[in-house]
């Protein structure tokens, strides 16, 4: 494809329900991040898969976050029974190779918001 | 504790004039660095970058600046254009990590 694409772009959660955001990678990306932004901040670093493998999963911040990618190209990030907190933008990127000095290929995130 | 930061929350610069932006670190392992440029609802879109064994990288209007022993690196934009204003996030990485650090950011308006 021609870019990373995410999907829903905005999704409106209940607290304590489910959800499921989609990562699409740029078609040959080895390497797969996740991210979280939140209002007014930066993003910031949740799990990098390389191909199916989750490599790091260091800034999840809570075991009610998921991630996979099981066949090394789509990835899923779940969270279980939102909280307010979990708010923010999710930011998917890959990168070709996940090379130290590689650039990663941001999609345009998607819009959670826990009421 | 901000191991990348952006002490301008935003600028403001007239068009045609020069935009600095600026980012300092405090991760000595840091060893490469990344400038991305960031619309309204859409994702941070790569702009330049730089490799801590360089000082200067140049790209068109845009250089990236390096000072590895202050720790500071900052985005030169010359000449401005409206075209440019959006959110400057700056991003570190060190060489034995995957993932890259992020600033907070910095608005910058180019008023025409």
């Known amino acids: 494809g021609a870019g990373v694409s995410q999907s829903p772009r905005y999704k409106v959660a209940k607290r304590g329900q489910d959800v499921a955001l989609r990562c699409d990678p740029i078609?040959?990306?080895?390497?797969l991040f996740w991210y979280q932004q939140a209002l007014g901040q930066g993003p910031e670093f949740l799990t990098y898969?390389?191909?199916?493998?989750?490599?790091?999963k260091s800034g999840l911040p809570s075991d009610r976050f998921f991630a996979e990618r099981p066949e090394g190209s789509v990835s899923t990030l779940k969270i279980q029974r939102t909280q307010q907190e979990d708010s923010a933008v999710y930011l998917c990127?890959?990168?070709?190779?996940?090379?130290?000095?590689?650039?990663?290929?941001f999609g345009p995130g998607t819009r959670l918001l826990v009421l | 504790d901000q191991q990348v930061k952006q002490n301008s929350p935003s600028l403001s610069v007239q068009e045609g004039r020069i935009s600095i932006l600026n980012c300092d670190y405090t991760?000595?392992?840091?060893?490469?660095f990344l400038w991305y440029k960031k619309y309204p609802a859409e994702g941070p879109t790569f702009l330049i970058s730089?490799?801590?064994?360089?000082d200067k990288n140049e790209d068109g209007r845009f250089t990236v600046f390096l000072n590895k022993s202050a720790k500071h690196l900052s985005l030169h934009i010359v000449p401005s254009q409206p075209g440019d204003s959006a959110v400057y996030f700056c991003?570190?990485?060190?060489?034995?990590?995957?993932?890259?650090?992020f600033g907070p950011g910095t608005r910058l308006s180019v008023l025409p």
């Open positions: 730089i490799s801590s064994i360089k």
């Open positions: 898969f390389q191909n199916e493998a989750q490599l790091d």
């Open positions: 991760n000595s392992m840091f060893d490469y």
């Open positions: 990127a890959s990168s070709h190779s996940g090379g130290v000095q590689e650039t990663q290929y």
């Open positions: 991003a570190s990485r060190a060489d034995y990590g995957q993932n890259f650090v």
């Open positions: 078609s040959g990306h080895v390497s």
